[in-house]
């Protein structure tokens, strides 16, 4: 696709300006608000559209606006050991819960080698991987992973039982990006349905499966019919065991365990947003865990064996035609790399989305579409 050919491009630090002053302007505190704008500006600086400023209006603006996410993040803690702890976040901005989760874990890391966050009654909180890399800048290895509303159908079945669940990693290397995997453990997620539905495209074959059990690429229809349990993305690995279905339904629920059960939070449909027909917080739950490197060996050494192994990666033989390999973070430090000079590319649903809000919020902010 070509997602960003023709397309205005905006200023990152403006666009992480104007989504602070829509938080601020729904009542999210000042401080809270310059969390929130930059998980979903770092989103956008590295090419992750699904994720960003795409999301302000239709997530969170909406489900502030509907009295579903609470602008005031009121954290827990509910139970804490040396290693590990319990936040219950009160169905406040995921954002901040997870910002507050990690910083703890990467403290407790720092004096005891390891630690581990579960929290409960989170909302969704952007990229996981803005949380790894948290740990990665500070010399840690970072894990985090989240539950979230029922759209993944087990393999073998049609019925949306699973979020996306992200199972997200990063670690420091002695390159100029850190190792980085960030991707939700169905084949594809919503979000980037929705970037496709924006061009007008349609998806892959295998990405979503109808309530017949065959697959459906109609993108549009698609999205009206996740939300009515029509149709539901598949477990990494697609429609079938044959090629590792079960792999990605099986680590999906084992994040949707990790983001439950360790702090009796919700789970599968209870995740939906509503009951007996009404709106209600989706009450997610999260896991963060960081690890100190430097408990195990010198951190420069482990930069150095994790750098010669992507490298060794990435000059190993290519097939035929193809002229580069790359390794997982290095497309998103390229893209940050570009759009630091050129902004952020902003298609016409999403310019329609801006318009609206400042209008809506009688914004300071005028953007040249």
């Known amino acids: 696709m070509g997602l960003e050919d023709n397309i205005p491009r905006i200023n990152q630090d403006v666009l992480e300006k104007f989504m602070y002053d829509v938080f601020v302007n729904m009542g999210v505190p000042e401080d809270d608000a310059k969390i929130v704008a930059d ?169 979503v499966i109808g309530s017949d059990g065959n697959t459906r690429t109609d993108t549009h229809e698609i999205l009206r019919d996740l939300t009515k349990g029509e149709a539901a993305l598949t477990p990494l690995g697609g429609i079938h065991e044959e090629t590792g279905s079960h792999k990605g339904y ?50 420069a050494d482990f930069k150095k064996i994790s750098g010669d192994i992507l490298r060794k990666l990435r000059a190993s033989k290519k097939a035929p035609g193809k002229k580069r390999i790359y390794t997982a973070g290095e497309k998103e430090y390229l893209t940050s790399l570009n759009r630091a000079q050129m902004g952020i590319p902003i298609g016409e649903s999403l310019q329609k989305d801006i318009r609206d809000l400042v209008e809506e919020l009688g914004l300071d902010h005028d953007f040249p579409f």
């Open 250 to 299: 099986g680590y999906a629920t084992l994040v949707e365990i990790l983001s439950a059960a360790l702090q009796g939070g919700a789970f599968l449909h209870a995740l939906s947003g509503i009951n007996d027909g009404e709106l209600v917080p989706h009450a997610l739950g999260h896991f963060f865990i960081a690890i100190n490197i430097e408990s195990f060996i010198d951190l």
């Open 39 to 207: 998980v979903l500006i770092t989103a956008d600086k590295l090419g992750i559209d699904s994720h960003g400023i795409s999301r302000l209006k239709p997530i969170y603006y909406q489900r502030i606006k509907n009295g579903v996410l609470s602008p005031i993040t009121n954290i827990e803690i509910t139970r804490e050991g040396p290693t590990t702890a319990v936040l219950d976040g009160n169905h406040g901005m995921g954002h901040v819960i997870g910002h507050k989760a990690m910083e703890m874990a990467i403290a407790k890391a720092k004096q005891y080698g390891m630690g581990m966050l579960a929290v409960k009654n989170s909302s969704h909180y952007g990229i996981a991987g803005y949380y790894t890399l948290m740990a990665a800048e500070s010399g840690m290895i970072g894990i985090t992973g989240s539950n979230a509303r029922p759209s993944m159908a087990p393999t073998f079945g049609v019925e949306p039982m699973l979020g996306t669940n992200p199972l997200t990693f990063s670690l420091p290397t002695d390159e100029e990006f850190p190792f980085f995997l960030d991707c939700a453990t169905t084949t594809s997620q919503r979000g980037k349905i929705e970037v496709y539905d924006r061009l007008g495209d349609e998806i892959p074959e295998g990405w």
